[in-house]
């Protein structure tokens, strides 16, 4: 083998069913591209079809490449699935579920990846309405409450499984703007806790990844502005953008067997941005 490898490989996460939201962008996006990388089977669900299906050509094409560069050590890739799916309208996430668990089988690990905080998100809290607090908890907590619900069985059937909820570190910062999002981040942290605790005698595994400030396509659109970059900058310890690899390096880790006794823990993901709080 003359060229090296640049990534890890995870024997665990061969074969594996991977169901992720919020899979077709950003941080989702790349960590469906690692997965496949690792030979998992992966699930996507998201309400942005045509970038689904822009990411499911890619890794096509990631996979006649590595067949056509002769990588044979490496896993065969398996094109992701997509399902359209809006979580914050639970019947159609339960329904989705539903179908998910009897065309693709069952759930090995679910990444329970999407959330917002766009523009209607950012309001102080005195312009927050009760509309505005149930579409944000909609689309930043209850789904992963009740996709985990809805996935749970074939994982307790299996005798094994990893789930991994995204937070945020919003919450740990004077983050000012979006009071409801950094709210539903913080009651991820306790969720991802109490089920840990409630889903480990059947050998689940309940995680959390909190990212910081992450160079996503989106993030650069709406918010990375120099005045806001300088901010990140003074804030972390690595003076550098972080990349949306690098936050599903850590899920894919979490995924594996390699993490097999870790369980109730939430990896802050930031260039050392709250290291010290």
């Known amino acids: ?17 991977v169901l992720i939201t919020g899979g077709a962008e950003g941080i989702g996006a790349a960590t469906v591209e690692l997965f496949a990388k690792q030979g998992s089977k992966v699930t996507i669900l ?24 002769g990588k044979h050590w490496l896993p065969s890739i398996y094109l992701p699935k997509f399902y359209e799916c809006n979580v914050c309208n639970l019947d159609q996430l339960q329904n989705v579920a539903r179908q998910v668990l009897q065309n693709e089988g069952p759930v090995d690990c679910l990444i329970n990846n999407a ?13 927050v309405t009760p509309e505005s607090w149930e579409f944000d908890v909609n689309v930043n907590l209850r789904h992963i409450f009740f996709l985990t619900q809805a996935v ?11 789930i991994i909820n995204m937070g945020s570190i919003s919450w740990k910062i004077p983050s000012v703007g979006v009071p409801v999002y950094a709210t539903c ?19 689940i595994r309940v995680n959390s990844v909190m990212p910081g400030s992450i160079a996503t396509q989106r993030q650069i659109n709406e ?5 806001y970059r300088a901010e990140v900058m003074a804030a972390q310890s690595l003076k550098r953008d972080l990349m949306p690899e690098e936050v599903a390096r850590v899920i894919l880790f979490l995924a594996s067997d390699d993490s097999s006794a870790v369980t109730g823990s939430s990896y802050v993901v930031d260039g050392g941005w709250v290291s010290d709080l």
Not at 1 to 17: G, Q, V
Not at 152 to 162: A, C, F, H, I
């Open 1 to 17: 083998m003359d060229e090296a490898i640049p990534f890890t490989i995870y024997p665990s996460l061969r074969d594996k069913h």
């Open 46 to 69: 998201d309400i942005s079809t045509e970038a689904a299906h822009a990411l499911i050509a890619k890794v096509q094409n990631q996979s006649v490449n590595q067949h056509r560069e």
């Open 115 to 127: 959330a917002a905080a766009g523009a209607n998100a950012r309001r102080p809290s005195v312009e």
């Open 152 to 162: 749970l069985p074939s994982m307790q059937k299996q005798g094994k499984g990893s």
């Open 185 to 203: 981040k913080a009651a991820i942290l306790g969720l991802t806790k109490t089920h840990s605790k409630e889903y480990g005698k059947y050998n």
């Open 223 to 227: 918010v990375l502005t120099p005045e």
